[in-house]
């Protein structure tokens, strides 16, 4: 069997060409794209105290950290996302966190939300950006904000107080632009703006997507090999 081959990488965030199909109109992002486009974001605009938690950290956090564990101390505590100095949290949401039950259930993922998580002197504060009207993430955003809090407390040994915040609804109303209404909230609250994405910017997030996708394209075997012919014969002829 061939191993998928990798368009695009960013950090630790990869693309592969079969999930190029999903940048077309009607398609769903998945966990890939939306991860590779909120490293490129946080290389670009590298804003102190807040981090961008990688889906696939999320998943881990929510689904398979189970604080009966011996090790669930140690393990929370290994996470760097909890080191001392970060306090603002970006984490994209996904409908399969709403119970242990759906998480690797097949087509339970099928919408992304995003949960903005600030914590200031054991004061905790969140806003949770879902776009559609119905607010239909809300168990899946809340039982991640639980999770997510729970292993804050047990990596940093703190106590701090109850969470308070507000759902925000979106006006999404086709059933596929979801992820494309997190990355736009993502763009905004990393620089500066408060979210609430209108579906008025996404058509600039798509083109920033293209835009990373092409600057971080990875090469294949043979185009490195045409580039370094080129390279080659650019020094004899000069």
């Known amino acids: 069997m061939n191993n998928p ?13 079969s999930d190029l199909r999903l940048l077309q109109h009607g ?14 974001l946080t290389s670009k605009f590298n804003v102190s105290n807040l981090r961008v938690i990688d889906s696939a950290v999320v998943s881990f ?21 909890f080191e001392s100095g970060n306090s603002n949290f970006l984490i ?35 806003k949770h950006y879902d776009s559609s009207p119905s607010l239909s993430n809300s168990s899946a955003a809340f039982r991640t904000l639980s ?19 507000e759902d925000i609804a979106g006006n999404q109303t086709d059933g596929w632009r979801c992820g494309w209404y997190v990355l736009g909230n993502c763009s905004r609250i990393l620089q500066g703006q408060e979210g609430g994405e209108d579906g008025e910017g996404l058509a600039q997030v798509r083109e920033e997507m293209e835009r990373f996708l092409k600057e971080r394209r990875t090469l294949t075997e043979r185009e490195i090999m045409t580039k370094r012919r080129l390279e080659r014969f650019e020094g004899v002829s000069k």
């Open 5 to 17: 081959q990798i368009y695009a990488s960013q950090g630790d965030s990869f693309v592969y060409k």
């Open 27 to 40: 398609n769903w992002l998945n966990d890939n794209l939306i991860s590779f486009y909120l490293e490129c």
């Open 92 to 126: 994209p949401v996904n409908s399969s966190y709403a119970s242990s039950e759906t998480f690797g259930e097949v087509g339970a993922g099928n919408h992304w939300s995003l949960l903005h998580i600030v914590i200031l002197e054991a004061q905790v504060s969140w």
């Open 147 to 165: 999770k997510f809090m729970l292993c804050y407390k047990t990596a940093r040994k703190i106590s701090i107080g109850n969470a308070v915040g």
């Open 61 to 81: 956090l929510v689904n398979q950290l189970d604080e009966e564990e011996e090790d669930f101390q140690s393990e929370c505590s290994s996470m760097d996302i």
